[in-house]
């Protein structure tokens, strides 16, 4: 009896002895832990914003130069007489215009690239709306924010470019745009920094107040391109009866903005022709 009373102490006095040593030996990793220097941030965010706006630029150009590139030679296939589809340019493609788009739109490559890096960033320390579960705001909104991005890029667009073809702005603004009477594939991306900054500005900033997934994103960047490379490719690749028809009638076509090169007073819609219906600004 005296003998197990022993024991049970002498347990009890080991388990002491080890629970004030393991207090000890946490104590010790804490204040070594607390000791030790804090981690310095491996790239400051300014550095990470300078990285990503080079390889965004990249990324960008090099994307721009293969679409533009395979639409164009698509269209415009040598040993033909004209293009393939309806033919809207009067002349085939001058090397010296294709020479100007490309360089354009090479410069504003950058100017797309730094807010898109600045809103990554932002992202990256949760400082934007844009979210990786897709169904944390639900199907309907999944679906919706793509066409809210899209009704509120087109109307900003319709109103920017009416302001950029005033007298007062045009030559800094748009000019350079412009210099393409037919343009090709290439003018898609070609525009001056101004006009470049002033709409490069737009998605990223909107990506701070509506919430939007980043497959949402990707789809408005991949329809942005097809509707802009379409529209300047210098031809009409869809049929009369689509153009004319219910595609036509409320999407803006390569026909319909060929006309805006020409006549600089009408269509200024970017995907949407409602803008320039309501603002008797609409012709095809
Ligand atoms: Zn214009
Ligand atoms: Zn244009």
């Not at 410069?107 to 990256?124: C, F, N, R, T, V």
């Not at 210099?179 to 290439?186: G, W």
């Amino acid at each position: 009896m005296r003998f197990r009373a022993g024991r049970q102490a002498a347990a009890r006095q080991v388990r002491a002895a080890s629970n004030s040593l393991d207090r000890r030996a946490a104590a010790w990793r804490v204040s070594a832990i607390q000791s030790l220097p804090a981690r310095p941030n491996a790239v400051s965010p300014i550095a990470s914003i300078a990285v990503n706006t080079v390889l965004l630029t990249l990324i960008i150009a090099v994307r721009y130069v293969l679409i533009a590139w395979t639409t164009h030679a698509l269209i415009w296939r040598k040993g033909r007489a004209g293009s393939v589809g309806t033919q809207l340019n009067r002349d085939w493609p001058k090397s010296a215009t294709i020479r100007h788009e490309l360089k354009l739109s090479v410069l504003s490559s950058w100017i797309y690239a730094l807010p898109a890096a600045i809103g990554y960033e932002a992202w990256k320390h949760g400082g934007t709306m844009v979210y990786l579960d897709p169904l944390k705001y639900g199907v309907v909104w999944l679906v919706l924010s793509g066409f809210v991005y899209l009704l509120i890029q087109d109307a900003y667009y319709y109103w920017l470019h009416r302001l950029m073809h005033h007298p007062a702005l045009f030559r800094w603004t748009h000019a350079g745009h412009h210099r393409s009477r037919q343009p090709t594939a290439f003018a898609s991306f070609s525009f001056d920094w101004a006009e470049a900054a002033l709409n490069a500005w737009l998605l990223p900033a909107l990506a701070f107040v509506l919430p939007i997934h980043p497959a949402v994103i990707l789809i408005l960047l991949t329809l942005a391109t097809i509707a802009a490379v379409l529209n300047h490719s210098g031809a009409e690749v869809l049929p009369p009866w689509m153009v004319r028809g219910p595609v036509g009638e409320w999407l803006i076509t390569a026909s319909h903005h060929s006309v805006h090169h020409n006549h600089y007073q009408k269509n200024f819609g970017l995907y949407f022709r409602f803008w320039d219906r309501l603002m008797g600004t609409d012709t095809l």
